[in-house]
């Protein structure tokens, strides 16, 4: 079973997405740490000539050990840098193959990002795309970095996911929309337990309703 979950920045998507592979038993995968891997590789270039192409080759020589470093590849500089290079077509072209391995290993897996049910898994069995609204997002993101200990500006993280927003709805390379067959979640109002039951309802329901189909055909 391959379960697509896409959704703007700080929407819960990633949480969900953990919380759908570890009650299936699936391997998950957060495709937004490869893009953010691929920013911080390339920030010493940012603002200059040579920022796209140095994206490019830091995208085709991406491998695992970059994506352990949590803390750095999750603050919100690495999530800006991560939606300047995810505008270049060649990045997206380098990323796609391993996120397509991933997604066709046997089993099936849960991947979350921006363009999983659109571009990536088209086929996905499950597709759901989570929203909540930027005040919620900001406040979610605002109280994991304050768990780490860090201080927050929330007017500037407001301003901070905004922009980046802005700049991955405007991404001509993207589709980063809900795909026709997504089912849409809200989880402004949720607590993380909610909307994991809510999405575990639907992921159980579209399964039945699939096998259901099978049994008929
Ligand atoms: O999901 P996350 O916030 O970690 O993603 C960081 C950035 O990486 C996004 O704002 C987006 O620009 C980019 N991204 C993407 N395609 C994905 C996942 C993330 O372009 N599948």
């Known amino acids: 079973m391959i379960i697509a979950v896409d959704g703007p920045a700080a929407s819960g998507k990633g949480t969900l997405a953990l919380g759908l592979a570890r009650h299936y038993g699936l391997p998950h995968l957060d495709t937004g740490l490869l893009y953010r891997a691929v920013g911080v590789a390339s920030q010493a270039y940012e603002n200059t000539d040579q920022f796209d192409s140095e994206a490019i080759a830091a995208a085709r ?46 089993g099936g897996a849960v991947l979350d990002g921006r363009d999983i ?13 989570i929203q909540a609204d930027s005040k919620a997002r900001m406040e979610r993101r605002a109280r994991q970095f304050e768990a780490r200990g860090q201080t927050v ?35 402004t109002q949720l607590s993380i337990e909610a909307a994991l039951r809510a999405a575990i309802a639907i992921v159980d329901k579209s399964m039945a309703l699939k096998a259901g189909e099978h049994s008929f055909s």
């Not at 491998?63 to 470093?69: C, E, I, K, N, S």
């Not at 803390?71 to 796609?96: D, N, P, Q, W």
């Not at 500037?156 to 795909?179: S, T, V």
């Open 61 to 106: 020589a991406l491998d695992a050990t970059q994506l352990t470093d949590i803390e750095t590849l999750t603050s919100s500089e690495a999530g800006s840098l991560a939606s300047k290079v995810a505008v270049i077509a060649e990045v997206r072209r380098a990323l796609f193959d391993f996120q397509r391995s991933f997604a066709l290993q046997a």
């Open 117 to 129: 049910g659109t571009k990536i898994c088209p086929d996905a069995d499950v597709k759901l795309f």
């Open 153 to 187: 500006d929330r007017y500037a993280l407001f301003h901070q996911i905004e922009e980046r927003d802005a700049r991955d709805m405007l991404n001509p390379n993207g589709g980063f929309y809900k795909a026709d067959d997504a089912h849409l979640l809200d989880t």
